[in-house]
């Protein structure tokens, strides 16, 4: 985790280009955050990746894709992602693949376990996310 001071000193310009959270009536809730820096899209997803977030997120990826950015899609805060989510990154690692464009997944165990058990791990490039 980077302190205030050391992400000054980095000089890093990053543009948050929007960020939305979404509570349903069930008491979850869904939030996206896309981050913009050095040409790569970062979208941070957090709360349940499921059938009600994954339009959102395939609309972020559309846009970045369009832009011809490479993309980072962050998975490693979710607490929830069904068939859906999983449709959603499987997707546009193909889209993106089909425009030269680079895309990969951050994940924690829950999204790694999903992964493996459907049998997509091997194609995303991006390894597990490291424990703090």
């Known amino acids: ?7 000054r000193s980095l000089r890093l ?14 008491g979850k809730t869904f939030g996206l955050e896309v981050l913009i820096a050095s040409g790569k899209h970062t979208l941070v997803v957090t ?25 980072v899609l962050d998975l490693t805060n979710i607490a929830f992602m069904d068939s859906a989510g999983l449709k959603c990154a499987v997707l546009a690692h193909k ?6 464009i ?3 997944v951050t994940r924690g ?20 996310a490291r424990a703090e």
Request: charged share 25%; hydrophobic share 40%.
């Open 1 to 7: 985790m980077f302190t205030e001071s050391a992400c």
């Open 13 to 26: 310009q990053v543009q948050i280009e929007g960020s939305s959270t979404v509570s349903f009536k069930d």
């Open 47 to 71: 709360g349940d990746l499921d059938f009600r977030a994954a339009p959102e997120i395939e609309e972020a990826i559309e846009r970045a894709c369009a832009e011809g950015a490479e993309i």
């Open 95 to 100: 889209n993106c693949g089909r425009g030269g």
């Open 102 to 104: 680079g895309f990969s």
């Open 109 to 128: 165990p829950l999204v790694q376990r999903l992964f493996e058990t459907s049998g997509v791990a091997a194609m995303f490039r991006t390894p597990l």
